[in-house]
């Protein structure tokens, strides 16, 4: 997979999850926990049903829509339903089975779950590292083009081959230039 594939797939499950930024919140005296956006209102990400007598699920939110904003905050649209996860297991043996009673699901097993948070949470260990890694990556390419590109006893960058005197040209040169001024694109 080359790296404008995966940063494609992480950008694609960012863009479909609930915009953040996200946070915990809840109360310990009602035992209500929950992870919800930290503004618009506090739209539910996840929270937890009890589940037998010793055992909790998580609940997804489901039916949310929701339009960016460039100003910075999103229009949600709709009510949300929280559905238990359970109902939104994506199972081992039959991945495109949406319920444990259709006949091609013998066995319960699961491998996610049919939601975009879901899906965000699952991925974001791997994701982070891989862009902490990519991060490093361009970091020490960056540092080996300033390094490449030095002036000499006359000015000219020995990298570029810019003659100062024939072309005159502010240090740092061009290319460096270049990597300093390079706009910051969000997504």
């Given at each position: 997979m080359t790296t404008a594939d995966r940063l494609d797939e992480i950008k694609a499950r960012a863009a479909a999850a609930t915009p953040g930024p996200w946070g915990w919140f809840g109360n310990t005296d009602v035992r209500h926990?929950?992870?919800?956006?930290?503004?618009?209102?506090?739209?539910?990400?996840?929270?937890?049903?009890?589940?037998?007598?010793?055992?909790?699920?998580?609940?997804?939110?489901?039916?949310?829509?929701?339009?960016?904003?460039?100003g910075g905050w999103h229009d949600f649209d709709g009510f949300a339903l929280m559905v238990d996860a359970d109902q939104l297991a994506r199972f081992e043996v039959a991945p495109n089975a949406t319920s444990r009673t259709d006949r091609r699901v013998y066995r319960a097993d699961i491998t996610g779950f049919r939601n975009p948070d879901a899906t965000f949470i699952e991925h974001s260990r791997a994701d982070v590292d891989w862009l902490v890694a990519e991060v490093d990556r361009l970091r020490a390419a960056i540092a080996v083009v300033r390094r490449t590109h030095q002036p000499d006893g006359d000015g000219d960058c020995t990298a570029c081959g810019v003659d100062a005197h024939e072309d005159p040209i502010p240090w740092p040169c061009a290319t460096v230039r270049a990597l300093d001024e390079a706009p910051v694109v969000a997504s």
């Amino acid at each position: 997979m080359t790296t404008a594939d995966r940063l494609d797939e992480i950008k694609a499950r960012a863009a479909a999850a609930t915009p953040g930024p996200w946070g915990w919140f809840g109360n310990t005296d009602v035992r209500h926990i929950y992870l919800s956006t930290k503004y618009w209102g506090r739209q539910i990400v996840m929270d937890f049903a009890r589940w037998g007598m010793q055992s909790a699920r998580p609940r997804f939110a489901r039916g949310r829509t929701f339009r960016p904003n460039p100003g910075g905050w999103h229009d949600f649209d709709g009510f949300a339903l929280m559905v238990d996860a359970d109902q939104l297991a994506r199972f081992e043996v039959a991945p495109n089975a949406t319920s444990r009673t259709d006949r091609r699901v013998y066995r319960a097993d699961i491998t996610g779950f049919r939601n975009p948070d879901a899906t965000f949470i699952e991925h974001s260990r791997a994701d982070v590292d891989w862009l902490v890694a990519e991060v490093d990556r361009l970091r020490a390419a960056i540092a080996v083009v300033r390094r490449t590109h030095q002036p000499d006893g006359d000015g000219d960058c020995t990298a570029c081959g810019v003659d100062a005197h024939e072309d005159p040209i502010p240090w740092p040169c061009a290319t460096v230039r270049a990597l300093d001024e390079a706009p910051v694109v969000a997504s």
